[in-house]
């Protein structure tokens, strides 16, 4: 990931003794250790996910895939909904 815009960045108060800066040699080390850490993290979302996907409640599987994937066709979301209004606990809200 580049950024561009190199003069424009959200306020984030560091610890004192620390500050921002970019790549420089010397820091192979701390990059492969970030990229190590990264990996494991996405690894177990990717985990959690694909369990909450295949056992989750419909609900779950619904929000997860519209919200949070962005990853559900028109199909699906009707699917799941229909699914959703036929649950005993499902009371359709009126507006």
């Given at each position: 990931?580049?950024?561009?815009d190199?003069?424009?960045?959200?306020?984030?108060?560091?610890?004192?003794?620390?500050?921002?800066?970019?790549?420089?040699?010397?820091?192979?080390?701390?990059?492969?250790?970030?990229?190590?850490?990264?990996?494991?993290?996405?690894?177990?979302?990717?985990?959690?996910?694909?369990?909450?996907?295949?056992?989750?409640?419909?609900?779950?599987k619904?929000?997860?895939?519209?919200?949070?994937?962005?990853?559900?066709?028109?199909?699906?979301?009707?699917?799941?909904?229909?699914?959703?209004?036929?649950?005993?606990?499902?009371?359709?809200?009126?507006?």
């Open positions: 990931m580049t950024k561009t190199t003069t424009n960045y959200s306020r984030f108060e560091l610890p004192s003794g620390y500050t921002i800066c970019g790549y420089q040699a010397g820091f192979e080390k701390q990059w492969a250790d970030l990229m190590f850490a990264v990996e494991h993290v996405v690894m177990n979302l990717s985990k959690s996910i694909d369990f909450l996907l295949e056992n989750a409640g419909v609900v779950i619904y929000r997860l895939r519209k919200e949070i994937l962005h990853d559900i066709t028109q199909t699906e979301e009707e699917n799941l909904l229909e699914q959703i209004y036929q649950t005993l606990n499902y009371n359709k809200r009126s507006n």
